[in-house]
């Protein structure tokens, strides 16, 4: 067979980049939500970050997950917990951010290596006394929501919802992010529409936009599509 093959790789590629497209809108539409609704985002990350808190000390307490790595996440959504204190603003050279992007490779890194060793054998279990005793492993559906919503919920949640420092209009209290004084000469004149800037653009929004319009660019220099025109006759 050679027609089928190559209908099922266009298949996966098609399907990829639908996935992308869907996960994009996703989150475009998602930080157009939090840049309308502040204050409920705020609340909602809070209460989702000790609500996972609370789920890894019945983990560890319960289901006997290791101390040291339940210890490790308990810190880890602490420490995401403190860029809520300018929440949506995040200053990208923020140590508590630089901080929090390490956490997440870290935690995903050693929760992958927890769940990828056999469980050892258990003390009841004499049939296989040097044996791996599989019916305690986890399954996959339980490891994915494990990862899912104990390891990258609330980092993608925040990720969604901060908005990056350099995209803020100069107002009061903006000096955190970008380092100048603000007076009411220079507020008089940022609130006038000259300025390119938008206000509390969050990440994943220019993200996305950052992608499409390198996408259209590139496009239109290897001829791929036409420009728009900027000029009438």
Known sequence: MWILPLVGYIGVVVGFAF?????????????????EHTVLARRLLSRLIYGIIAIQVLLMLIDRFPVSLSLLSIISH?????????????????????????????????WF????????????NWRQPYGVNYEEMPSFSEVASYFGLCVWLVPFALFVSLSAGENVLPSMGS???????????????SRGPSDGKSKNKGMAKALVDGVRDWTRENGELMGLWRGEQTSRF
């Open 19 to 35: 996935l992308t497209l869907a996960i994009a809108s996703g989150l475009y539409y998602l930080s157009e939500l939090v840049e």
């Open 78 to 110: 602490l420490v995401y917990a403190s860029n809520l204190r300018r929440f949506p603003i995040v200053k990208l050279s923020d140590p508590l951010f630089i901080l929090s992007c390490l956490l997440v490779g870290t935690n995903h890194w050693l």
């Open 113 to 124: 290596r927890h769940f990828s060793k056999p469980l050892p054998p258990s003390a009841n």
């Open 175 to 189: 000096e955190y992010v970008t380092g100048d004084r603000v007076n009411s000469t220079s507020l008089g004149h």
